[in-house]
């Protein structure tokens, strides 16, 4: 079935450094492809997102490009700051229907 | 301003007791959703309601009824609460159709039993 795989975490990082959080997929059609982020004690956000292939999501720093060729949609972001601890979940949906989400990425940024 | 709300935030209770959750979504949208986040942060999904009709229950058990008095509102029954429903419960709404399938998220309830 369609699913979305993403790295286990936690993940630790210091301030400013690179943030890479991997997302493959598996889809029967061509699938939307989303990444949202939970805040602690939040509901999930819509990070970004990305529609077709080669499509790329940007918003606050973070990026992730749509590959079909690898089924990936992995985000990233060049300089992290403290405020960006958070779970990071990716997802997709197929036609416009329900999404199927990751399992989840805890990010820690230290000073 | 509020896009999508749950009452309570939160909810301590006892084993054995008989519980609701509410949502109210204020977007127009005509598709709710339930989900359960346990403490690894994995989110199931256990109910979709499009139009007022029941689409999905993801092999939930039936303690938990879901009800939508209309397109705006979907609340959440839960019977006879275990240890095990101990959780975080979202709610979620979303507009069928349109080409967006962008689901927005409430704040969610964090459940206790005790």
């Known amino acids: 079935g369609d699913s979305v795989t993403q790295m286990e975490g936690p993940v630790t990082l210091s301030e400013e450094a690179f943030l890479t959080i991997n997302c493959t997929y598996t889809?029967?059609?061509?699938?939307?492809l989303f990444w949202y982020v939970q805040y602690p004690g939040e509901g999930l956000q819509l990070l970004l997102k990305a529609t077709k292939a080669d499509d790329k999501g940007s918003n606050k720093g973070f990026e992730a490009t749509y590959r079909k060729e690898t089924t990936s949609f992995h985000l990233e972001k060049g300089s992290v700051q403290v405020s960006d601890s958070a779970v990071y979940f990716c997802?997709?949906?197929?036609?416009?229907?329900?999404?199927?989400f990751g399992a989840g990425t805890r990010l820690t940024v230290k000073p | 301003d509020t896009a999508v709300s749950q009452t309570p935030k939160y909810l301590v209770t006892q084993m054995g007791n008989d519980k609701s959750i509410k949502c109210e979504q204020n977007?127009?949208?005509?598709?709710m959703y339930w989900y359960k986040q346990d403490s690894k942060k994995f989110l199931k999904i256990m109910f979709s309601?499009?139009?007022?009709?029941?689409?999905i229950n993801e092999t939930v058990p039936n303690r938990f009824s879901p009800k939508s008095p209309d397109k705006a509102h979907l609340n959440l029954h839960i019977n006879s609460l275990e240890l095990g429903d101990s959780a975080v419960y979202f709610c979620?709404?979303?507009?069928?159709?349109?080409?967006?399938?962008?689901?927005?998220f409430g704040p969610g309830t964090r459940l206790t039993v005790l």
């Open positions: 309601y499009n139009n007022k009709e029941l689409i």
């Open positions: 979620a709404s979303r507009v069928t159709g349109g080409g967006e399938a962008e689901q927005f």
């Open positions: 997802a997709l949906s197929i036609n416009n229907n329900d999404m199927r």
């Open positions: 889809a029967t059609g061509y699938p939307s």
């Open positions: 977007l127009g949208h005509d598709t």
